[in-house]
């Protein structure tokens, strides 16, 4: 009986059905916009690197402890300190310098950073040719794979674009082939990163020395592709060999750490183990603060965009429940004959509520269909953008299953509410009234 009310007034139950087609386009469409943006900036935080990995540096503050260059720097006792806490998996500390590399007539100029490298695979530092440095290496690096492809001739102008990581020979990347192969050709190292120019600073000038590369990395992120690795004790020893060749060395006590890079054993203990490393005075930083800041500005996005889409039920919601009205007043004399001929109150009131619920899934179940056909155009249109994050074309909106399983069963829901009070209202008519009225 109530799909045959409907279909008796089908341009009346179609132009309902219209505003909950326009509510669910707007709020499936708006949400999905949310959701694909949340998925790029969780690609992007992926792409930045690991985000069990917790920085500590020391906190500026008054209390903190000074090297001889007046430096904040970590004291070395809080290593074990560190290593002791609770989740924590791997630690080790961190010293960053420049250095300039040279192979024959090429040189790159590399950021290189001293660690403990037993626990480098902790950190996403794993070898993809050559091998790890061992304990027993003298002068030995690993290079992330971006680094053979910074060697540049000097001589030659158009090498300069290769010491920032360029793309060497061949522009392709699939077809890049590096000036230098750093674990066959022999490799010297200087700290002074104008060696070989005719630049004169007053001090003296130190001559190169040896050093091996013994492993290239694997593909991994910023913090490791464009960087050279080496052991942290042995990386102080040959700057403090450079520093009295040149001399510019002067004594120093214990000048502690600048950074210290920690592990945790899963994501879900990182807040708690950062929290705890402020509470003892470092200064913790770790990707999962970006990723948590990131989440809530795609929550709000999406809270706004759903908003949008609200609105536009609610106004088709009114519009259900003015037809039901409507209807109420037509079909006065069918519910008081029901009535008579002895139909269960309930019975009437669940024909409504079903006419109207009926009315909010055709609407929602359209809608559907015409969100998916306008996310798909979107995504056509954000392949013309280039790729993304991680080569994949980017995508301007996502529909996933859940929001189009609640789409369906909001709208019905919308519209079971919208009939609720009409259908009251068809419950309380009198039967004798309704028929002698009509």
Same mark, same amino acid.
């Given at each position: 009986?109530?799909?045959? @009310?409907?279909? +008796? +007034? ?38 930045? /690197? ?16 000074? !090297? ?8 070395? *006792? ?29 040189? %790159? ?14 950190? /996403? ?5 050559? +091998? ?31 010491? $920032? ?15 230098? !192969?750093?674990?066959?050709? +022999? ?10 120019? @005719?630049?004169?600073?007053?001090? *003296?000038?130190? &001559? ?18 464009? $960087? ?20 510019? $060395? ?21 807040? %708690? ?9 470092? !200064? ?14 795609? #929550? ?21 429940? @003015?037809?039901?009205?409507? #209807? ?45 056909? #306008? ?44 009939? $609720? ?6 419950? &309380? ?10």
């Amino acid at each position: 009986m109530g799909i045959k @009310n409907l279909m +008796r +007034r089908k341009l009346r139950t179609f132009l309902t059905a219209l505003g909950i087609v326009i509510g669910t386009v707007s709020i499936v469409v708006m949400v999905s916009l949310g959701i694909a943006m949340t998925k790029s900036t969780q690609d992007f935080v992926d792409s930045m /690197g690991d985000v069990t990995i917790i920085d500590i540096r020391p906190s500026y503050d008054g209390n903190a402890k000074k !090297n001889s260059n007046g430096q904040y720097v970590i004291e070395g *006792k809080a290593l074990e300190e560190i290593k002791g806490m609770d989740n924590v998996e791997a630690v080790t500390p961190m010293q960053e310098d420049y250095m300039l590399m040279i192979s024959g007539k090429y040189r %790159a100029n590399v950021n290189i950073v001293g660690m403990d490298m037993s626990v480098a695979d902790k950190f /996403g530092i794993e070898i993809e040719k050559g +091998r790890m440095i061992s304990k027993d290496d003298r002068n030995a690096i690993v290079v992330g794979m971006e680094v053979p492809f910074r060697f540049m001739n000097p001589k030659n102008q158009d090498d300069g674009m290769r010491m $920032y990581g360029g793309y060497g020979r061949g522009m392709d990347q699939e077809e890049r082939v590096p000036d230098v !192969n750093m674990l066959e050709d +022999r490799l010297y190292y200087t700290f002074d990163q104008s060696y070989g120019y @005719n630049y004169n600073d007053g001090t *003296k000038k130190v &001559k190169p020395e040896k050093i091996e590369c013994v492993g290239i990395l694997k593909q991994g992120d910023w913090r490791t592709n464009g $960087y050279v690795y080496m052991d942290i004790e042995q990386l102080k020893k040959i700057k403090t060999s450079y520093e009295r060749k040149k001399g510019t $060395y002067k004594r120093k006590r214990d000048e502690g750490y600048s950074q210290i890079r920690v592990k945790v054993n899963d994501v879900k203990n990182v807040k %708690a183990v950062q929290e705890k490393l402020k509470n003892n005075g470092y !200064n913790a930083t770790c990707m999962l603060d970006w990723v948590e800041d990131m989440k809530k500005q795609s #929550a709000m996005v999406q809270m706004i965009f759903g908003g949008i889409g609200a609105i536009s039920l609610l106004v088709a919601a009114i519009g259900i429940t @003015n037809t039901m009205i409507m #209807a109420i007043y037509e079909r006065r004399k069918e519910i008081g004959v029901m009535k008579v001929i002895g139909a269960r109150i309930k019975d009437i009131k669940r024909l409504f509520l079903l006419e109207s619920a009926s009315i909010g899934l055709i609407g929602g179940t359209i809608g559907l269909g015409v969100s998916f056909i #306008a996310s798909h155009f979107l995504n056509m249109l954000g392949k013309n953008m280039g790729p993304g994050m991680g080569g994949e074309p980017v995508k301007l909106s996502i529909i996933p299953f859940w929001l189009a399983a609640s789409a369906l069963l909001f709208t019905a829901f919308i519209g079971l509410i919208s009939g $609720y009070l009409p259908a009251r209202k068809a419950m &309380k008519l009198s039967a004798l009234e309704a028929i002698k009225n009509d």
